[in-house]
Each structure stands twice: as structure tokens, then as C-alpha cells.
């Protein structure tokens, strides 16, 4: 059992959120909701694992709390247990096809809330392990290609719809070929990290993602930077390259890992397989110039 997940109850009914409360605080982190605005405020604030909601509430009625729940992209996939006094089949699928986990008639008993409680936070768990499985490239930890494209396609559509500029950097290892055959495949996978870690650092905004695009390319994506700000994180990645300084004895460019880098700015009209695309002539002309540079596209 994970003592740090989160459970939020929300009943109206002061004796039954202490008993409740009491009965989970052993096992998990207790939050308290007097009723569904309180619950809505506090489920977006502290996101907990799992909502225990009661059906009947003075201000908003628990089908209605989750709908809320539903409809905000920062709750929307919190699991919601109904503990509700009405019982009849028809408040319990309706409470069901709202997307809730579960539905517990009160008066309930406490072994079985506890163990419906258990298997649903093992069930949360599952699918954040899945998720993280889907998102994550196992080697250098950053996220893959597959998240890259779920975000760059919502960034761009964020970027088109406040007129924020969106930017794109693909970096890619420089000699990573002489590299491996120099040092071995396991001190490439190692020399791979440490530029990811490196890469991670660089990008420190809100909504910037630093991914791996595939073998020993990586992709930033900075949301709301002009090219100005975009390049100069590109310039950050390598002067903590330079500074980190790892060997590369085989490399016709320089004594140490460089990378090279294309990027480009959305321009108004361009979709992203188009501003991907330019990212990645420019890393080509990148690495046609010598290696071990940026090559931005420049304004039109
Ligand atoms: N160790 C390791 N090597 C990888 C991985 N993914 C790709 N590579 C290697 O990266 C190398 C890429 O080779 P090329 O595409 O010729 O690129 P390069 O040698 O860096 O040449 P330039 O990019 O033109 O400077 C290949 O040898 C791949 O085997 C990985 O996960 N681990």
C-alpha cells in the first residue's frame, strides 16, 4: 500500500467524513470536502488519486460534481467512488455512466469500502505505470516520439488559437556512429543519457518537453519562445555539452560530444508536419556546415 496516495472525501455529512476520514488515514493521505464547490476546489488543487463523493450535497449533487470533475482537463481522469444514501439500481448506473469507478450504498460497511478503496488505487496505479510505459523512452527516460506528437499537435493548436509563437529544435548527436565504435555500444547508450539529462535541464519552462525523436535524435519543443528564446536554449544544451565534456576521441569535429541542431518557428499558415520539416532541413544544413552549430530558420 502507498501511504503518499491521496484520498478525497466529500460528503456534507460531518459524521460521515470523520468516519471515513479515521478509517483511511491509516493507509492514505486524507483530504476533507464539506461539499461538491469545496470538493471541485480541492480536487483541482491538490489532484488526488481517488474521489470518495457523496451523491446528495446542498450546492452541487455528486453527479453534477463529477461531471465538473469530467469536463477539467486537470481532474478529468481522477477515479470518483460514489458513497451514497440512494440506493436504488437506477442512481447507481446512472452514478456508473458518468464514468464513476464505483458506487457504495450507504450505510456502508467499513471492511468493504477499505477493500473497494484498495483495489481502485491499485487499479490508478496500473494505469500510470501504463501510461508512463507509453510515454517514456525507457533509455534516456525523456519522453518518446509518441508523447512528443501528442503534444505538439495540442501545443499547436494552443499556439494557434492565442497567437503564441511555437518552436522546435531537433538536435542530433554528431558522429554518434564513430562514437560507438570507438567506445562500445554501452558507453553509447551512456553518452546517449547524459545528453538527454543535459537536454531535460536546458528546457525549464512550463510546457517546454524535451523528447527523444528517435535513435540518437532529440526533439524540444518550447511553447510561447520566439526564435530568439528557442535558440538561445539550444545554445544552452551545448555549452552544458562543452562543459560536461565527454570524450570523443573518434570524432572528425571536435575532441568532445557535440551536437548538431536545426530549429524553426511556426509561421502563421504552417501546420506542424510543415514546421517539423523545417526544423529538420535546418538540422541537415546543421551538420552539411561542419557539425556542431545551430542552424535556425530564419524569419521570413
Ligand atoms: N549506443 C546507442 N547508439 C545508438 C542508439 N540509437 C542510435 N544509435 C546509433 O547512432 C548512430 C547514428 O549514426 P548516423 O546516423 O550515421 O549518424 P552519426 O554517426 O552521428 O553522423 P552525423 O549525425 O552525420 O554526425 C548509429 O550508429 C546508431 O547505431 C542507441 O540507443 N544507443
Known amino acids: 500500500m502507498n501511504p503518499l496516495q491521496k484520498v478525497l472525501v466529500a460528503d456534507d455529512d460531518p459524521t460521515n467524513r470523520a468516519v471515513l476520514a479515521e478509517l483511511l488515514k491509516p493507509e492514505y493521505t486524507v483530504l476533507l470536502a464539506k461539499d461538491g464547490t469545496q470538493a ?8 488526488p ?16 460534481v463529477l461531471r465538473r470533475l469530467r469536463a477539467d482537463p486537470r481532474t478529468a481522469d481522477i477515479a470518483v467512488i460514489f458513497v451514497s444514501g440512494l440506493g436504488r439500481p437506477e442512481d ?11 458506487y457504495i450504498a450507504k450505510p456502508f460497511n467499513a471492511t468493504v469500502v477499505m477493500a473497494r478503496v484498495a483495489l481502485h488505487l491499485q487499479m490508478v496505479r496500473q494505469r500510470r505505470m501504463l501510461e508512463h510505459l507509453a510515454h517514456v523512452d525507457g533509455l534516456t527516460e525523456l519522453a518518446n516520439r509518441r508523447r512528443f506528437d501528442e503534444v505538439f499537435a495540442a501545443e499547436f493548436v494552443r499556439a494557434r488559437k492565442r497567437a503564441t509563437p511555437l518552436s522546435v529544435a531537433l538536435l542530433d548527436i554528431d558522429a554518434f556512429k564513430q562514437y560507438n565504435d570507438h567506445y562500445g555500444h554501452p558507453a553509447g547508450d551512456r553518452a ?14 512550463p510546457g517546454d518537453l524535451a523528447a527523444r525523436y528517435g535513435g540518437e535524435e532529440l526533439v524540444l519543443l518550447m511553447p510561447e519562445a ?9 545554445d544552452r544544451v551545448r555549452d552544458a555539452l562543452d562543459r560536461l565534456a565527454i570524450g570523443h576521441e573518434a570524432s572528425p569535429v571536435a ?16 501546420d506542424t508536419t510543415a514546421l517539423f520539416a523545417a526544423a529538420d532541413a535546418h538540422l541537415y544544413r546543421a551538420k552539411q556546415a561542419g557539425r556542431n552549430r545551430v542552424v535556425w530558420r530564419s524569419a521570413p
Open 40 to 47: 471541485l476546489e480541492r480536487a483541482a488543487r491538490h489532484v
Open 49 to 64: 488519486d481517488l474521489v470518495l463523493l457523496d451523491v446528495m450535497m446542498p450546492d452541487l449533487d455528486g453527479f453534477e
Open 92 to 102: 447507481e448506473a446512472q452514478g456508473l455512466k458518468l464514468g464513476a469507478a464505483d
Open 192 to 205: 546517449l543519457r547524459a545528453v538527454a539529462r543535459t537536454a531535460a535541464a536546458c528546457v525549464r519552462r
Open 226 to 234: 520566439d526564435a530568439g528564446v528557442a535558440r538561445a536554449v539550444v
Open 255 to 270: 575532441p568532445v560530444l557535440t551536437v548538431s541542431a536545426g530549429g524553426a518557428t511556426l509561421l502563421p499558415g504552417e
